[in-house]
């Protein structure tokens, strides 16, 4: 189980910090990952971390702004979002696979989505 937390309003330019909490999988032996959906969009690619936590991967669209990382002590992982855009406003998912990231692959397990609104 995933279950994602943390989203919220928040003003342009602002931060805000979600965590995924995993729970009935060995955390430390899955590649983390988040993705967003925008009202009329499809879901697309955030930003994925390694079993360990040394490789991260982030789309085009956040690198520089959202740093990804994991506690496995605390079978968590965490998206810090800076300077917000409207654009990034969306539901956000945190999901789960045991293969190594690559471009384009949809993991297996998915939590439940948490709501990210950026007023302008």
């Known amino acids: 189980q995933l279950q994602a937390s943390g989203g919220g309003l928040v003003q342009a330019g602002g931060s805000l910090r979600l965590s995924c909490a995993a729970s009935?999988?060995?955390?430390?032996?899955?590649?983390m990952n988040w993705f967003r959906q925008a009202p009329g969009k499809e879901r697309e690619f955030v930003a994925a971390?390694?079993?360990?936590?040394?490789?991260?991967y982030y789309s085009d669209s956040v690198k520089g702004r959202f740093t990804i990382s994991r506690d496995n002590a605390k079978n968590t992982v965490y998206l810090q979002m800076n300077n917000l855009k409207p654009e990034d406003a969306a539901v956000y998912y945190c999901?789960?696979?045991?293969?190594?990231?690559?471009?384009?692959?949809?993991?297996?397990?998915w939590g439940q989505g948490t709501l990210v609104t950026v007023s302008s």
């Open positions: 009935g999988l060995t955390f430390s032996a899955y590649t």
């Open positions: 999901a789960a696979d045991r293969r190594t990231y690559y471009p384009g692959y949809h993991p297996l397990y």
């Open positions: 971390i390694s079993f360990s936590g040394a490789n991260t």
